[in-house]
Nanobody
Framework: QVQLVESGGGLVQAGGSLTLSCAAS????????MGWFRQAPGKEREFVAV????????LYADSVKGRFTISRDSAKNTVYLQMNGLKPEDTAVYYC??????????????????WGKGTLVTVSS
């Protein structure tokens, strides 16, 4: 089993920045990728960004490309999401996710094996 704990959410004004962190513990030796998804009120959970653990290759949703940056610290089993230029439409609960085996597709919720409980990001206009 793997446990994921997110931190770093909060309230920020439009145009501001936040950095989310997600620490993984447990059986993390087989991590293939870690990523971030988000869910706004009344909407489905959607893909934000993902990073392959060994290669460091990353992928972003079009809505955050150029504003968000995903990174990882392998020694700490931690993934980060640096969010700049935040917009009110970025308001959501942000969830950390982990894929423990190789996947061709990493942008769909059913491709991830473990989830954190989420951290709320609120962007005021």
């Amino acid at each position: 089993q793997v446990q994921l704990v997110e931190s770093g959410g909060g309230l920020v004004q439009a145009g501001g920045s936040l950095t989310l962190s997600c620490a993984a513990s447990g059986r993390t030796f087989s991590t293939y990728a870690m990523g971030w998804f988000r869910q706004a009120p009344g909407k489905e959970r959607e893909f934000v960004a993902v990073i392959r653990w060994i290669s460091g290759n990353s992928l972003y949703a079009d809505s955050v490309k150029g504003r968000f940056t995903i990174s990882r610290d392998s020694a700490k089993n931690t993934v980060y999401l640096q969010m700049n230029g935040l917009k009110p439409e970025d308001t959501a609960v942000y969830y950390c996710a982990l894929a423990s085996t190789r996947r061709t597709v990493l942008t769909e919720t059913n491709r991830m094996d473990y989830w954190g409980k989420g951290t709320l990001v609120t962007v005021s206009s």
